[in-house]
């Protein structure tokens, strides 16, 4: 029989907000020879909890500080309490039905006269003891000693629309008590923190921040009294790797404080911001970049137009030929830095047309890899590659840039892997960018070089900024790489490691159009009889350009503006052959210029010239019917075939 009492006797926690229920269980349990713990709410519990361990757990269902339904989801997932009985009381249990599996709870006695609650707790004990299964699981106690009330069911329904929008919400809700501790997180406020509810709920508030954003955090919870206090977004703490702004609510209670905290995730707000700074940023510098491009071709053009002309006359074994060959090649040097700003500026793109990007990589990589002996290269190229529409040339561009940087990352030598493939918009899902629907042509350039640090990475497409001391480059060739690739409506990214190389990866949209096959010019200066009407704001460009026309035997008129261009038109339409338009006046830019024109004669033969092309505007005249375009500086033998395609109608 004593063997029978001992093993009736149990170690029980009670838990309830209410001082007289404390009282009546208390008295009810000791009296039947139960050693018995009390807690006043689920915060109170876990600290008890701590130092000891039930065998059976009695908790209110609501109450503030954590209340009993989360109480019994963190007992459960505490290893030393696995196999705690756990009991709730429930005075809601004829308005709400209780939610066995979300509480986890063993069972349920709901609230009533205390003396049949006295009555269903020794049953609830007794069938425990002798492991009977007459006390079906989940099944709620002493509903037939409790009524409804419509007080309790209103009152529920109000914690029903609280609890969606609570869990709804985007921001992070939690709730402090007095000594800073968590006894409420929303979904958001979990997810934000990025630890387990069980482990968030009852933790020190100032444990889940980084020791650094801490003392501000104090501070600030301890400033908190009458008044809100808060973080501000443009100096957030930091969160679980996340920029966090807060704002701390005080709440009073019956005298008790507690805090209510809004947390806001500004982590993705800033990025876009500091994106849009960036772009705005790189904007105003491709502004500027295109312009002093277009200026500096300008004056390209008239120092290659001059050797032009001085090596037309001049035999080879002369001692000046050479110094002219080497103003020429040097020139060519400028024309490609220029090149280089253009691409960044996106304004350089000017004969597009379907081309092979395997066939590209494969021709450019060739010729590199004749310079770059130290470098192994690797193609991977797909067989069944759709064509790009793109500027051959700038898309070359792009590929030397990318062989060079590459090479440089490996001074040692190393491997160079190249590889394409047709993908589509699906494929670079994850990606900061947004593209847009649709197939695209892949081209990756991986290398097996020192690679980049994050830092080194944010910074690689700015112009001028480079990692080669001072003399060894621009850092134009990989901001260039990307206004080229952005130009065309394509996308970028880099990923790479310190010390195990970098990887470029290119999205190119794809074409259904058939490849273009690229047409070999002669080698040789055409002469011509035509007249022709050179039209250019640059005085020192207009008269390089007529002596250039003069001396392959062309009949000229000039002017320097888009109105003195219609005049002169208009008054020796019948004569004219050909007009050379720049795009970039003052007043009347070329494209209105051209309109102009064809209003005169629809028949009327232009060739567009500029050092640059504004947003693709040259491509837009093209369109409307101008019969081809030169970009500056070009050289005699360029000009001179340019010249004879229109005018023997080949441009076709």
Request: glycine letters at 8%; one cysteine or more; aromatic letters at 6%.
């Amino acid at each position: 029989m004593a063997e029978e009492v001992n093993r009736m006797k149990k170690k029980i926690l009670v838990v309830d907000n209410h001082p007289v229920m404390l009282k009546f269980m208390t008295d009810l349990l000791r009296k039947e020879g139960h050693e018995v713990w009390t807690a006043e709410d689920g915060l109170s519990a876990l600290d008890l909890l701590k130092t000891c361990t039930p065998d059976v757990i009695f908790t209110d269902l609501i109450m503030p500080r954590i209340g009993g339904g989360k109480l019994c989801q963190m007992v459960r997932r505490w290893p030393k309490l696995k196999d705690v009985y756990l009991v709730i009381f429930s005075a809601i249990a004829t308005e709400e039905k209780a939610d066995f599996p979300q509480s986890e709870a063993d069972a349920c006695i709901a609230k009533g006269p205390f003396d049949r609650m006295e009555k269903n707790i020794r049953e609830v004990l007794s069938q425990l003891d002798q492991k009977t299964e007459a006390l079906q699981p989940k099944q709620v106690v002493g509903l037939d000693d409790v009524y409804p009330r419509q007080i309790m069911k209103e009152l529920l329904s109000v914690k029903r629309h609280f609890e969606v929008t609570l869990n709804s919400m985007e921001e992070g809700i939690v709730e402090v008590t007095q000594d800073g501790r968590i006894v409420y997180a929303n979904p958001a406020a979990v997810a934000l923190a990025g630890l387990p509810e069980e482990r968030l709920l009852s933790s020190p508030l100032i444990d889940i921040f980084y020791e650094t954003d801490r003392p501000r955090i104090k501070d600030l919870f301890l400033s908190t009294d009458t008044f809100p206090q808060s973080v501000p977004e443009d100096s957030p703490v930091t969160l679980n790797g996340k920029e966090i702004s807060l704002s701390f609510l005080p709440v009073v209670d019956e005298g008790a404080k507690t805090l209510i905290l809004l947390l806001n995730d500004v982590s993705e707000r800033r990025r876009i911001e500091a994106q849009l700074r960036q772009a705005q940023k790189m904007e105003a510098i491709a502004t500027l970049a295109g312009g002093i491009a277009h200026d500096f071709n300008n004056l390209l053009m008239v120092i290659e137009g001059n050797a032009s002309l001085m090596l037309l006359d001049l035999h080879p074994e002369h001692p000046n030929f050479g110094r002219l060959k080497s103003i020429e090649k040097q020139v060519q040097n400028g024309s490609r830095l220029t090149s280089q700003l253009l691409g960044y500026a996106r304004k350089g793109r000017y004969e597009v047309k379907p081309i092979s990007l395997d066939l590209l990589v494969k021709e450019t990589s060739e010729v590199f890899g004749r310079t770059r002996k130290e470098i192994t290269i690797h193609r991977n190229l797909a067989q069944d590659l759709s064509p790009i529409e793109a500027d051959e040339g700038q898309i070359e561009q792009v590929l030397m840039n990318l062989f060079v940087n590459a090479a440089d990352a490996m001074p040692g030598g190393g491997d160079l892997f190249l590889e394409t493939a047709n993908v589509t918009h699906e494929d670079l899902r994850g990606k900061v960018y947004q593209a847009k629907p649709g197939h695209y042509v892949l081209l990756a350039v991986k290398d097996t070089g020192i690679g980049m640090d994050q830092k080194t990475m944010e910074r690689i497409f700015d112009p001028f900024f480079t990692t080669k001391e001072l003399g060894r480059g621009t850092g134009l060739g990989l901001a260039s790489v990307y206004g080229i690739v952005k130009g065309h409506g394509g996308y970028i990214d880099v990923e790479s490691e310190q010390g195990k190389g970098a990887t470029f990866k290119i999205y190119l949209p794809a074409s259904s159009k058939d490849v273009q096959e690229t047409v070999r010019t002669s080698d040789q200066i055409m002469k011509g009889t035509e007249t022709i009407l050179l039209v250019d704001d640059e005085a020192m460009v207009l008269e390089t350009g007529q002596n250039l026309l003069k001396a392959m035997g062309y009949r000229t008129f000039t002017a320097r503006s888009g109105e003195e261009a219609l005049q002169v038109y208009e008054t020796y339409r019948d004569s004219i052959d050909l007009v050379i338009l720049d795009l970039v006046m003052p007043h009347q830019g070329g494209g209105e210029v051209f309109d102009r024109l064809k209003e005169m004669d629809r028949e009327v033969k232009v060739l567009l010239s500029s050092g640059y092309c504004i947003n693709g505007e040259a491509m837009k005249i093209v369109d409307r019917g101008c019969r081809g375009f030169i970009q500056k500086p070009f050289d005699l033998m360029q000009f001179s075939q340019s010249l004879r395609t229109i005018l023997d109608g080949k441009e076709d």
